[in-house]
């Protein structure tokens, strides 16, 4: 038991670089959560739900992370910050790492029966801050769902996420994103540029053409006066022999 938590601290740290040893990592709000979870999902399974739901209650008061005691979670599971949200049948894989503010949701059966409704992460996925996975989903292994992105289809392994509605940034998986990527969110990497970024850069553009062409025409202005003032000029009195 106290080697398993070992492990499991030192996987925190190895994805966290604030904290300066393995206590401080006991503090964090996503442990306890997990923790409270371990306890409400055994009474869930064990078909107390009115238990597992009080657990699951005193959780999230204590922590500000909702994590509903159905849903099945694997080995290093790392919640960053709080104010998560985790859905009933929400599958989470190994060495899966979610930052605040982020919903695993679930879509709405019209025929009313409940079934498989929330997201599965599979291994070595990191989600963002403030992301959106709506639904009965598969993030596969190794995808990164970048910051606020917005996601209702399922996602390709190794695939990076960005925007509303979520879309691949076109790298390629194989080569790309092996290894840990904090917030899921490419940073001044190989991907697609957003439409703002793109008018950003031709603005840049236009103002670098500005300013050379108000160069160029400040010394062509300089050229024509100085072949005014050469026009100008008198010529030189011209010798003549006698």
Known sequence: MLGKLVRYLDSVVARDPAPRSRWEVLLYPGVWALFFHKISHRLFNARLFFLARAVNHFSRFMTAIDIH????????????????????????????????????????????????????????????????IIGPVTIGKRA????SAVVTESVPEGATM???KARSTLVTAETYSKKFMPYGTPCREPCEPAPNQRVDELEEQIEALRKEVATM???L???????????????EPVCKGV
Not at 105 to 115: D, E, L
Not at 144 to 147: F, H, N, P
Not at 222 to 233: K, V
């Open 69 to 132: 005691p159905g849903a099945t979670i694997g080995k290093n599971f790392f919640i960053d910050h709080g104010f998560t949200v985790i859905g009933e049948t929400a599958l989470i894989g190994d060495n899966v790492t979610i930052y605040q503010c982020v919903t695993l949701g679930g879509s709405n059966p019209t025929n009313g029966v409940g079934g498989k409704r929330h997201p599965t992460l599979e291994d070595n996925v990191i989600v963002g801050s403030g992301a959106q």
């Open 162 to 164: 960005i925007g509303v």
């Open 221 to 235: 202005g300089a050229a024509h006066e100085a072949l005014d003032r050469a026009a100008r000029t008198p010529d």
């Open 144 to 147: 990164r769902i970048g910051a």
């Open 217 to 219: 025409t400040q010394a």
